[in-house]
């Protein structure tokens, strides 16, 4: 079994900065794509940003200058560095890792999610 431990939320006033981490740990063999999502109140839970095993990115327009995902593939990790916040990015924050076990296929797993408040 995989497990996806995140941290980092919290309250922060707008243009503030927060920084998300999640770290994988169990019989991972490899982990492809890593991303985060948000699901506000009310709201569909949506892709903020994701990154390849290679470092490709990809943003939801709304973040795009403002957020900066990176992974480190040798312990597992991956981060979320949020800047010039605003009241909009309110929202529980996960951590999604599509890996490969040993003597498995591919599976999606998601972390047990993170709150973003953004508010002054």
């Known amino acids: 079994q995989v497990q996806l431990v995140e941290s980092g939320g919290g309250l922060v006033q707008p243009g503030g900065s927060l920084r998300l981490s999640c770290a994988a740990s169990?019989?991972?063999?490899?982990?492809?794509?890593m991303g985060w999502y948000r699901q506000a109140p009310g709201k569909q839970r949506e892709l903020v940003a994701d990154?390849?095993?290679?470092?490709?990115?990809n943003y939801t327009d709304s973040v795009k200058g403002r957020f900066t995902i990176s992974r480190d593939n040798a312990k597992n990790t991956v981060s979320l560095q949020m800047n010039s916040l605003k009241p909009e990015d309110t929202a529980d924050y996960y951590c999604?890792?599509?890996?490969?076990?040993?003597?498995?296929?591919?599976?999606?797993?998601w972390g047990q999610g993170t709150q973003v408040t953004v508010s002054s």
């Open positions: 990154i390849s095993r290679y470092g490709i990115t």
């Open positions: 999604n890792a599509d890996v490969i076990e040993y003597g498995s296929l591919s599976k999606g797993y």
């Open positions: 169990g019989r991972i063999f490899r982990i492809d794509v």
